[in-house]
Nanobody
Framework: VQLQASGGGLVHAGGSLRLACVAS????????MGWFRQAPGKEREFVAA????????YYSDSVKGRFTISRDNAKNTVYLQMNSLKPEDTAVYFC?????????????????WGQGTLVTVSS
């Protein structure tokens, strides 16, 4: 299994970015996909998740209403649309597949991780 995340970059506060994560080596639609992030000096935290069908979506309180997770199973790709970005959103963003029955917000549930893409939001 390989996950390739892209779309990070430098943006001013209030701006937008769209991250993408392309998966290979798995039956993509079978997996709930998650986005996590890790800011400098902090632990990795849950951002958003989406069920295999795309019907169910989940968000952390810190991004709810600003970020939107979606997926295209035909393209084996999950997206994270990030709007109204804030400096505190600065982090490396990772995509991952959930491989266990643990909760979607628990990073221990995820067995395959992408390499991460850096998002920097300037004030």
């Amino acid at each position: 299994v390989q996950l390739q995340a892209s779309g990070g970059g430098l943006v001013h506060a209030g701006g937008s970015l769209r991250l993408a994560c392309v998966a290979s080596g798995l039956t993509f639609s079978n997996y709930l996909m998650g986005w996590f992030r890790q800011a400098p000096g902090k632990e990795r935290e849950f951002v958003a998740a989406i069920t295999g069908s795309g019907v169910g979506t989940y968000y952390s309180d810190s991004v709810k209403g600003r970020f939107t997770i979606s997926r295209d199973n035909a393209k084996n790709t999950v997206y994270l649309q990030m709007n109204s970005l804030k400096p505190e959103d600065t982090a490396v963003y990772f995509c991952a597949t959930r491989n266990s029955g643990l909760s979607y917000y628990d990073q221990r549930a995820y067995g395959n991780w992408g390499q991460g893409t850096l998002v920097t939001v300037s004030s």
